[in-house]
């Protein structure tokens, strides 16, 4: 009896899922709405950068499924969401030509389609956004019009200039040393709004400095993540994992300090993919890159559900 009692509950707290699609410029945007039920929140997933999907995967070896997993933690704790596939990408390749030729205003007008959509079909009156990674500065930047926002949410965000964290992800690298003035140097040509042949890079940098991204480069680095969460009417939510290899604790300081009514979370043990690594070390964090088996930190959705109900 305890058993099946037991199953039962597991049963219950599995979202129901089903398509949801947005007005993207030539074809529509594609994502997943997991509803927790008539009249619950509702949370907008925005994704990182490069090519990650809904669930947030990436064929660049990330299988983590941490969005998924997430979705399902906060439909659990009564919350719905909305996982969606980027322009140019995955559910949503049809909606533009080339997924590279785009700015952070695309992206942003994407945000805005997503949350006329989400109220039509869900009956919301606001939609709380949350971005992880670079969806982070996407989230601060649509919230900038906080019509139809609830609040905002950054996970594992920046909270400085990318240049200055693009160095210092170079340089965390051992394995990067032979490259690093090459590299900073094309980063400092890129902040200054002018675009390098990447054929003249070494191997390793020609696919981050990537002939085709470089103009979203451009547009990435003049973004101030800080200034943006100055200027923010909507209440913020910053979480942070202080096991995360990509962005630091201080990101998220940054913006706290930048935005005084902001709530911060810094999570103990968690890294850039939600998750609590199988050990201390550097691969052992890579690896849970890799692990959709393992769950995610308990502790992300319950900052995430304890903000967005209080």
């Known amino acids: ?107 942003t007008a994407d945000t805005r389609a997503w949350i006329a959509t989400i109220r039509r079909a869900t009956g919301a009156k606001c939609v709380w956004l949350l971005g992880h990674s670079e969806g982070g500065l996407i989230a601060l930047t649509a919230a900038q019009q906080p019509k139809d926002i609830c609040g905002v949410i950054t996970v594992a965000a920046v ?19 032979p490259y690093l003035d090459p590299a900073f140097t094309t980063i400092a040509s890129l902040e200054a709004g002018k675009t390098v ?15 085709d991204v470089q103009h979203l480069l451009i547009d990435l680095l003049a973004e101030d993540p800080a200034g943006l969460a100055a200027a923010l009417k909507p209440p913020l939510l910053i979480v942070q994992g202080d096991n995360d290899i990509q962005v630091t604790v201080d990101d998220a300081k940054a913006l706290a300090a930048a935005q005084p009514k902001a709530t911060l979370a810094i999570l103990h043990g968690v ?13 052992a ?24 109900m209080r």
């Open 1 to 107: 009896m305890i058993a099946w009692a037991l199953m039962a509950a597991a049963a219950v707290a599995q979202p129901v899922e089903r398509p949801i699609v947005a007005p993207g410029p030539l074809a529509p945007l594609a994502g997943t709405l997991a509803d927790a039920g008539r009249g619950s929140p509702i949370v907008l997933i925005i994704p990182g950068s490069g090519p990650t999907d809904r669930d947030g995967n990436s064929p660049l070896g990330i299988k983590a499924a941490p969005y998924r997993l997430l979705a399902e933690e906060l439909a659990a704790r009564g919350i719905s969401s909305v996982r969606i596939d980027k322009r140019g990408m995955f559910g949503s390749k049809a909606a533009v030509a080339n997924a590279n030729k785009v700015a952070i205003a695309d992206y």
């Open 159 to 177: 909270g400085r200039r990318i240049g200055e964290v693009l160095r210092e992800q170079l340089r965390a690298n051992p394995a990067n040393a």
């Open 197 to 211: 042949n990447s054929a003249t890079l070494p191997a390793p940098l020609r696919t981050l400095f990537a002939d």
């Open 271 to 283: 890294n850039h993919v939600l998750k609590i690594p199988p050990g201390e070390d550097r691969a």
């Open 285 to 308: 964090n890579l690896k849970a890159y890799a692990d959709p088996a393992l769950p995610i930190a308990p502790e992300v959705a319950e900052a995430i559900a304890g903000f967005v």
